[in-house]
T-cell receptor, first 116, second 109 residues
Framework: DVKVTQSSRYLVKRTGEKVFLECVQDMDHENMFWYRQDPGLGLRLIYFSYDVKMKEKGDIPEGYSVSREKKERFSLILESASTNQTSMYLC???????????????FGSGTRLTVV | GQNIDQPTEMTATEGAIVQINCTYQTSGFNGLFWYQQHAGEAPTFLSYNVLDGLEEKGRFSSFLSRSKGYSYLLLKELQMKDSASYLCAVGGSNYQLIWGAGTKLIIKP
């Protein structure tokens, strides 16, 4: 089974802090994604990466950056945390090559971040 | 624009059947996914439809009509553990998933 591991389940940070959220997958997948999930809004894509050192902006990249130095690791960075970034953050890895059948995502267990 | 609609909340009784609908308007279509998400946990994959028709997997079935932009997830013999949110997602023209806001399903004894 594909495993996607997020380093923390719960985090509390102060406004203005730089925050790192780590995600590691163990199945050699090229594609990785960062989402945030808020009640009533569903999953919103922040950034994604098709391969090492590649990154693309999603729908809501403002206030975030990412790093993909190794294939298995995709990090989300909040440059200066703000209270409106309090949310559940979910990392995902793509399970197969698009166009070749089921290409659904496998998610990590999520990080609930509170910015105070 | 791209849009996926599903009911916000549904209530059903243990042992009964419930159908959760999803309608979509997207610029491309590369399959429709259903995910289950228990409170405070990550979404987990339930089903994938790329052709019209019904896909059955145990107590869960998923239906797709591409011409109508419509899908449903059918849950039979409901159990208390089925209380969760159910997320509908469509693979768009670039194969990225476009997500609905989810349907919270409440099961009552």
């Amino acid at each position: 089974d594909v495993k996607v591991t997020q380093s923390s389940r719960y985090l509390v940070k102060r406004t203005g802090e730089k925050v790192f959220l780590e995600c590691v997958q163990d199945m050699d997948h090229e594609n990785m994604f960062w989402y945030r999930q808020d009640p009533g809004l569903g999953l919103r894509l922040i950034y994604f990466s098709y391969d090492v050192k590649m990154k693309e902006k999603g729908d809501i990249p403002e206030g975030y950056s990412v790093s993909r130095e190794k294939k298995e690791r995709f990090s989300l960075i909040l440059e200066s945390a703000s209270t409106n970034q309090t949310s559940m953050y979910l990392c995902a890895s793509r399970s197969s090559t698009p166009g070749q059948g089921n290409y659904g995502y496998t998610f990590g267990s999520g990080t609930r971040l509170t910015v105070v | 624009g791209q849009n996926i609609d599903q009911p916000t909340e549904m209530t059903a009784t243990e042992g009964a059947i419930v159908q959760i609908n999803c309608t979509y308007q997207t610029s491309g279509f590369n399959g429709l996914f259903w995910y289950q998400q228990h409170a405070g946990e990550a979404p987990t994959f339930l089903s994938y439809n790329v052709l019209d028709g019904l896909e059955e997997k145990g107590r869960f079935s998923s239906f797709l009509s591409r011409s109508k932009g419509y899908s449903y997830l059918l849950l039979k013999e409901l159990q208390m553990k089925d209380s969760a949110s159910y997320l509908c997602a469509v693979g768009g023209s670039n194969y990225q998933l476009i997500w609905g806001a989810g349907t919270k399903l409440i099961i009552k004894p």
